[in-house]
Nanobody, 120 residues
Framework: QVRLSDSGGGSVQPGGSLRLSCVASEADISTYAVGWRRQAPGKELEFVASIGWTELTAYRDSVIGRFHISRDNAKNTIYLQMNDLEPEDTATYYC??????????????WGQGTQVAVSS
């Protein structure tokens, strides 16, 4: 069983930056695929980014060039650096992990979510 704890959300103005963190416990996730999904109010959960155990990454089109996903296996932690944030990025962000992959099907393990609000 993997426990994921995500954090780092907050309120920022358009153009600002945030870094989300996802710390895993109860298991070593160095061989897991890990990613982030988000859900805006009144909208469906959507894929944001993922990183495989080989460090191969994938992003949704709207965040390419602005978001960067990375992993630190020594800390059992995944990061999502979010730059040039837009109001459309406002959502609750969830860390997601699975040995078998997290895209297109979400993985089995989820963080509790961290809220990101972008407004002027």
């Amino acid at each position: 069983q993997v426990r994921l704890s995500d954090s780092g959300g907050g309120s920022v103005q358009p153009g600002g930056s945030l870094r989300l963190s996802c710390v895993a416990s109860e298991a070593d996730i160095s061989t897991y695929a890990v990613g982030w999904r988000r859900q805006a109010p009144g909208k469906e959960l959507e894929f944001v980014a993922s990183i495989g155990w080989t460090e191969l990454t994938a992003y949704r089109d709207s965040v390419i060039g602005r978001f960067h996903i990375s992993r630190d296996n020594a800390k059992n932690t995944i990061y999502l650096q979010m730059n040039d944030l837009e109001p459309e990025d406002t959502a609750t962000y969830y860390c997601n992990a699975d040995e078998l992959g997290v895209y297109p099907t979400p993985g089995r393990y989820w963080g509790q979510g961290t809220q990101v609000a972008v407004s002027s």
